[in-house]
């Protein structure tokens, strides 16, 4: 690195005697360097996404990860995880499910209740969805050096940590 490089970076960070109010700023701003990167990467999907991907919309990509990391859930708790309304979730199951991808099943305790889970196709789907999007990381990310990797892992293990505290702290619901 260049000695305008390393100056350059020291005049990003926070002096040490700067509030944690700057610190916290600071690292936002940086974080919004994810949601480009996240650009990149959807350049990189793009660019040779399976047929069958392709015809998806982000709607049904997120209900088949959700359905994929629950197994079964409600309509209605499908919903919740995919941020939107039950009419929206019904449609886009009707779509996946003339697809092959996903069943529905009326709960015969409640008539009211539709249990929602994925076939083995739209399990094998997940997985090919899941493998192009690592590919289409990995490739935006090769440039970076084996540190810049590790201290991405320390960083998002840091994170991760949040999220998981404030998952264990919301109280469960109650909703049928």
Not at 5 to 33: C, F, G, N, S, Y
Not at 130 to 155: K, P, T
Request: net charge neutral; aromatic share 2%.
């Amino acid at each position: 690195m260049t000695d305008a490089a390393v100056r350059e970076q020291l005049a990003k960070r926070p002096a040490a005697t700067e509030d944690r109010a700057e610190l916290l700023r600071q690292t936002v701003r940086q974080m919004m360097v994810g949601l480009r990167m996240m650009k990149l990467v959807t350049k990189q999907l793009t660019a040779d996404v399976p047929r069958e991907v392709a015809q998806m919309g982000e709607g049904q990509y997120h209900a088949v990860h959700a359905l994929f990391e629950h197994e079964r859930l409600k309509a209605g708790e499908l919903a919740e995880r995919c941020h939107v309304s039950e009419p929206t979730i019904s449609k886009m199951l009707k779509g996946l499910e003339h697809g092959g991808l996903v069943e529905r099943q009326t709960d015969p305790a409640n008539r009211r209740v539709v249990w929602v889970s994925l076939t083995p196709r739209g399990r094998a789907l997940h997985d090919q969805m899941i493998a192009h999007f690592e590919s289409a990381l990995v490739r935006v990310m090769d440039g970076l050096s084996d540190d810049q990797l590790r201290d991405l892992i320390a960083a998002f293990g840091h994170l991760a940590q949040l999220v998981e505290g404030d998952e264990r702290r919301r109280p469960p619901k109650t909703r049928d």
